[in-house]
């Protein structure tokens, strides 16, 4: 892979996890500067907007862990990416490939 290439998906992993960290970060300190317990347990997914609207601390949290969750994948699709500017088209399959099974895994695992 070239190094601008790399260079990509270095910035995305590094983009990923500061603002998951970020996220859980904020969060924390929500939650102690209101002098509740730490949440025991993440939103729903259907919840996050109501939830970030409220300042909710465990949504704050909940969101840092999907985004955490979800830059593996954004680094594939930033491979995808990278293999069709240099026309790598057997890389960019394989990569949407990946991307798909991802999605299904995630759509198998919500029911």
């Known amino acids: 892979m070239s190094d601008p290439a790399s260079a990509a998906v270095s910035r995305t992993l590094t983009a990923g996890t500061a603002v998951s960290l970020s996220l859980m970060a904020a969060g924390l300190v929500l939650s ?7 949440p025991d347990a993440a939103t ?3 919840g996050l907007a ?3 609207q409220a300042g909710d601390p465990a949504t ?3 969101l840092g862990l999907l985004v955490l969750l979800a830059t593996p994948a954004a680094r594939v699709a930033v491979l995808a990416w990278q293999f ?6 057997i890389f960019v399959a394989v990569s949407l ?15």
Do not use: H, Q
């Open 32 to 38: 102690l500067a209101r002098g509740g317990p730490l």
């Open 50 to 52: 109501a939830g970030l």
């Open 97 to 111: 490939t990946v991307l798909g099974v991802l999605a299904a895994g995630v759509l198998i695992g919500r029911e």
């Open 60 to 62: 704050l949290m909940s």
């Open 44 to 46: 729903p997914l259907g």
């Open 84 to 89: 069709a500017r240099r026309r790598e088209w």
